[in-house]
């Protein structure tokens, strides 16, 4: 009984969304002594997203909190507290149905609203950041997330929805060990446990990334030459499943400026290995009517070579410039290669 939904006519159909958006803040930094200093602030944003007939107005109102101690030389700690908006894209937004496959098919939600995520941490810096842990917490009960559902005729349609309840926490870790004056070992890793409570269900996963850099420094050359080995290619959760995202590579790396450091070239070869790197890139969904799985094959990403160029003409002008932006964070991740 399976019937394919015909393609709607570009012609004849279009869809025009808008979202005239507004921000202000105000923030306030105190030290006491070199030991304690405190960042208070907020930050409130109007969306008024008009699709056709429908027009919403919203107000994010975006809290935020640094708290900094160092009771002793070598360590400092970090108390935060921030928060992240999040807009529906075009994709998400647009009402019209278009087809994926002779199974499946996916619609837009314009109702959809804009997110808010909050997010607290600790993080302790040991000798200036050779080590460092920071335990984290994030939650948003609005957070906008893909969903599916059976229609009756067997085709299944993708949507979107902002989702009940989400929480996402791990911890980051970093550790940088010198080799004499000249070489550094620089690692990152980040374990974590997602969740999204949605219509009466709760989907959980968990995962980790890591990042570990072998880097030579030569100081009378300015030359920078490493071997890199990343592992990004995780698990980003949705309310009924998760999608891959990012992607794992091993690279050599070098780079060297000329011409008084006007000129900078930088060289990058992603090898061809596979120990401890996935390179299968895809999505997941269950619900209680249907299964999906999906794989995305990037062995293209090995035997890549990369030159990058740049060119500074003058100096210029020393300029002291201050972040307007109480917190710019990146709202979503991106599937790109690199």
């Given at each position: 009984n399976l019937q394919l939904v015909p393609e709607i006519d570009e012609a004849s159909s279009s869809f025009t969304y808008t979202d005239l958006r507004h921000k202000f803040y105000a923030y306030y930094s105190f030290n006491l002594n070199e030991k304690f200093g405190i960042k208070l602030g907020a930050a409130g944003e109007t969306s008024t997203p008009e699709s056709g007939d429908l027009k919403t107005n919203y107000f994010i109102y975006q809290p935020y909190a640094d708290i900094k101690y160092k009771p002793i030389k070598v360590l400092d700690i970090r108390f935060k507290y921030r928060s992240?908006?999040?807009?529906?894209?075009?994709?998400?937004?647009?009402?019209?149905?278009?087809?994926?496959?002779?199974?499946?098919?996916?619609?837009?939600?314009?109702?959809?609203?804009?997110?808010?995520?909050?997010?607290?941490?600790?993080?302790?810096?040991?000798?200036?950041?050779?080590?460092?842990?920071?335990?984290?917490?994030?939650?948003?009960?609005?957070?906008?997330?893909?969903?599916?559902?059976?229609?009756?005729?067997?085709i299944f349609e993708y949507t979107y929805d902002n989702a009940g309840k989400y929480r996402h926490y791990g911890i980051k870790a970093g550790l940088t060990i010198p080799?004499?004056?000249?070489?550094?070992?620089?690692?990152?890793?980040?374990?974590?446990?997602?969740?999204?409570?949605?219509?009466?269900?709760?989907?959980?996963?968990?995962?980790?990334?890591?990042?570990?850099?072998?880097?030579?420094?030569?100081?009378?050359?300015?030359?920078?030459?490493?071997?890199?080995?990343?592992?990004?290619?995780?698990?980003?959760?949705?309310?009924?499943?998760?999608?891959?995202?990012?992607?794992?590579?091993?690279?050599?790396?070098?780079?060297?400026?000329?011409?008084?450091?006007?000129?900078?070239?930088?060289?990058?070869?992603?090898?061809?290995?596979?120990?401890?790197?996935?390179?299968?890139?895809g999505s997941y969904i269950e619900t209680d009517t249907y299964y999906e799985r999906k794989v995305e094959d990037l062995n293209l990403v090995k035997n890549v070579f990369m030159v990058q160029l740049s060119y500074r003409f003058n100096k210029g002008k020393s300029i002291r410039s201050t972040e307007k932006q109480i917190e710019q964070e990146e709202e979503k991740s991106s599937k790109g290669l690199f």
């Open positions: 992240s908006s999040s807009y529906p894209t075009i994709e998400q937004a647009n009402p019209f149905t278009y087809i994926i496959d002779q199974q499946s098919i996916k619609t837009g939600n314009p109702l959809l609203s804009p997110s808010v995520t909050h997010k607290t941490s600790v993080k302790l810096n040991v000798m200036q950041g050779l080590l460092s842990a920071e335990p984290y917490y994030h939650f948003s009960d609005n957070y906008i997330s893909q969903i599916g559902t059976m229609r009756e005729d067997g080799f004499g004056k000249s070489i550094f070992w620089q690692n990152h890793a980040d374990f974590f446990e997602s969740s999204i409570e949605y219509d009466g269900k709760r989907n959980r996963i968990d995962d980790w990334t890591m990042n570990s850099q072998l880097i030579y420094v030569n100081k009378k050359r300015n030359t920078v030459a490493g071997i890199i080995y990343q592992n990004n290619l995780k698990k980003v959760i949705t309310a009924q499943g998760y999608n891959n995202w990012n992607n794992d590579l091993w690279a050599v790396l070098v780079q060297q400026p000329f011409f008084e450091k006007k000129l900078n070239v930088m060289l990058l070869y992603v090898m061809p290995l596979d120990f401890l790197a996935t390179y299968d890139q």
